[in-house]
């Protein structure tokens, strides 16, 4: 991916240091881009997938340990990237974190947890981001959404209210920036296997009483017409779609990728 002048275009993926983030920063610096990656783990794995993926790509490739539940830590990530790679022309917003519980028993520390980590951070880093993008008249806004910012699921509050949210935020700043070649978009993933899923199993397990060994099919797959598992390279392409000169007219879309889920 290349601008007018046929530079590598600057990206920033949150939640890159595993699954749809991970696979979505492997194929945005596959096309050509810079990227700064963001997430958790262990440092010495992430600097060796950072080599990794520069090695292959020929850009590069740098990254944040921001812990995004913390705005000031969203705001100096998105200053750190600008520092590191010039000014921001993509932005994903696609880190996190999911609780499965009761409504009635939900932790009041994990409500506050999850609306800061999947919407509150969003907010902060597009507001960083579009200053730039706006005087540039280019910019790429994905939001990593979920089937479950389209429709309810038990258990989950915190979760589907955040990626109704998200949806909300696209829809909004899509409208507010349009004018300025910039669009915004969200993605919707049914099913992927990664860690916030298998995380997930022995908690939906406690809340639904079934074995955990039958959680993944009856809690997941069930639901997807497919009926299989969606590889996270598949809902990577669609945001590298997104991100492309190509997408120019596609702007406060959700974009489901979810395996027929939100058809029935
Ligand atoms: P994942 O657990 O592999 O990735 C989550 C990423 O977010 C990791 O890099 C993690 O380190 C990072 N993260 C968590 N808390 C953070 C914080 N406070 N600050 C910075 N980074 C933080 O799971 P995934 O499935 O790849 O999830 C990526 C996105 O996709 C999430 O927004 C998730 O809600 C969404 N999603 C996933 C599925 C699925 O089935 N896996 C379905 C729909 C939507």
Redesign the pocket.
Request: aromatic share 6%; charged share 5%.
């Given at each position: 991916m290349r601008n007018r002048n046929a530079a590598p275009r600057n990206a920033v993926v949150?939640?890159?240091?595993?699954?749809?983030?991970?696979a979505t920063a492997r194929e945005l610096a596959r096309q050509g881009c810079h990227v700064m990656l963001?997430?958790?783990?262990d440092r010495a794995e992430i600097d060796r997938l950072c080599a990794d993926i520069a090695a292959q790509s020929g850009t590069t490739i740098v990254y944040s340990g921001?812990?995004?539940?913390r705005p000031e830590e969203a705001r100096a990530m998105m200053a750190e990237a600008a520092a590191a790679l010039g000014p921001i022309d993509i932005l994903v917003n696609?880190?996190?974190?999911?609780h499965v519980a009761a409504v009635h028993e939900f932790p009041d520390d994990k409500w506050d947890?999850l609306l800061?980590?999947?919407l509150s951070?969003a907010f902060h880093t597009i507001k960083a981001a579009l200053p730039a993008m706006r005087e540039r008249r280019w910019g790429r806004i994905v939001n990593?959404?979920?089937?479950?910012g389209m429709v309810g699921a038990p258990h989950k509050p915190a979760?589907v209210a955040t990626?109704h949210g998200i949806i909300g935020l696209t829809k909004s700043v899509a409208i507010e920036v349009a004018e300025h070649g910039i669009t915004c978009n969200a993605v919707?993933?049914?099913?992927?296997?990664?860690?916030?899923?298998e995380?997930q199993i022995a908690q939906q397990a406690q809340v639904t009483g079934l074995p955990e060994e039958r959680v993944l099919q009856a809690v997941?797959l069930d639901r997807m017409p497919t009926g299989r598992l969606?590889p996270?390279e598949e809902?990577a392409a669609a945001i590298a779609f997104l991100c492309s000169d190509a997408a120019a007219s596609i702007t406060g879309t959700a974009i489901p990728v979810d395996g027929g889920y939100t058809t029935h």
């Open positions: 949150t939640g890159s240091t595993t699954g749809i983030g991970l963001n997430g958790f783990g921001a812990d995004l539940s696609n880190a996190g974190v999911q947890l800061a980590v999947n951070a990593t959404a979920s089937v479950l979760y990626k919707c993933p049914g099913t992927v296997l990664t860690p916030i899923i995380k997941f969606i996270p809902v």
